[in-house]
């Protein structure tokens, strides 16, 4: 039974690098149709994955933030008379760090969201436009604080390893970030992934990546300096207090069911993974055809879930507990991860084995995607 419901919004303040969508919220949508459409999506998965209370709603997607906070007030409403909300239920909204989006904090706050998770990404202004960010530094750093007034916990997201990144910038920022008072970090190497406007720029030799090296240089800081601050990694990029960390993403990374509702959305729940139609003319006609918005809806063998297991859980510092989860899926142990190579790299100090429990230590981190290629077991990956 799902205890997490992730709610995504397609539409966009403004063209963005990050999505196709490219509506703008203030005009042209039909607020009835999708309220109606949103919350029939929801009562679809509620029928097959409600039964216990949610710990966690995400608004997440292109700006929920700029969601009319009536709409936000019902899809709540809905949501707690379906499933029914754990005490201190988590309710986060993703947005971007805009004077427009900040000025809807204070009703949204209202309607019921309690927690902001901002995509600052940086704080100089030649940085976000590197990135691609609409905002610049004094507009981010201003709705932050409108965040910090209205929502009872915050967290915001940096990138570093950017071009000629050096340890004393992203040490100054860094430093910076941990002033501000938020509960929770997320902070992400840039990485250039095929396909992307990164690495096209990239080829065409407009910047030079910062080398490996060098960016395994500012994630040992970066974990040292969040650390002492009292804000360790509890996942590879993100970074808490003690009770703040993010309860929805515990879910994912924990392999437990969620519930996707709305364009673009994905779940997982009773060994399913769903998918929903990407583009909003395609998602609003399956529900007006079908009741839900569900492209693919797809049966995941044991084999399968327990690889998608290993490979999220062995994110987190917790690690992963490997007789429950060889119970959980109805395997062996060794069926899961390669026995020798485990004990290889525990010998190494990458690894760290606890009883049955199973993590990646601090030094195994920054090379968590090697280690997991050779710890999982291949037929795991390949089933």
Known sequence: MARALYIHWPF?????????????????VDVAQWREALIADMRHE?????????????????????????????LLAEAERLWGFC???EITLEG???????????????????????GLQAFDDASLRFLGR???????????????????????????????????????????????????????????EPGTRFATLARQGAFVPLDDDAA????????????????????ISNHARPGEESRHNLAYWRYQDYCGIGPGAHGRRGGVATQRHR???????????????????????????ASESLLMGLRLAEGIDLAALADRFALAPSELVDDDKAAFYTQQGLLQRDGTRLGVTPAG????????????????VLA
Not at 12 to 28: E, I, M, T, W
Not at 279 to 305: F, Y
Request: aromatic share 6%; charged share 20%; hydrophobic share 45%.
């Open 96 to 118: 971007n760090p805009s004077s427009v989006e900040a000025a809807n904090y204070a009703a949204l706050a209202s309607a019921g969201i309690n927690r902001a998770s901002l």
């Open 134 to 192: 609409l905002h610049d530094g004094r507009e981010g750093l201003a709705a932050l604080d409108v965040a910090q007034r209205h929502f009872d916990r915050v967290s915001f997201d940096l990138i570093y390893a950017l071009p000629e990144h050096t340890p004393t910038q992203w040490e100054a920022d860094l430093r910076h970030a941990l002033s501000l008072g938020t509960g929770h970090l997320s902070l992400y190497q840039l990485t250039i």
């Open 365 to 380: 981190m920054s090379l968590l995607d090697a280690l997991l290629a050779e710890l999982v077991r291949a037929d795991l």
């Open 12 to 28: 966009c303040l403004a063209k963005c690098p990050y999505c196709d969508f490219n509506s703008h919220v203030r005009q042209g």
């Open 216 to 235: 395994a240089d500012l994630f040992d800081l970066t974990r040292e300096l969040t650390a002492a601050a009292g804000l360790p990694a509890y996942e």
């Open 46 to 74: 509620a029928q097959v994955a409600a039964g216990e209370p949610l710990d966690s709603v995400f608004f997440g997607g292109g700006t929920p933030s700029l969601m009319p906070p009536a709409l936000v007030d019902a």
């Open 87 to 89: 005490d201190n239920c």
């Open 279 to 305: 583009k909003p003319e395609n998602w609003l006609a399956s529900m007006a055809a079908k009741g839900h918005g569900i492209s693919e809806d797809r049966g995941l063998v044991p084999r399968e879930q």
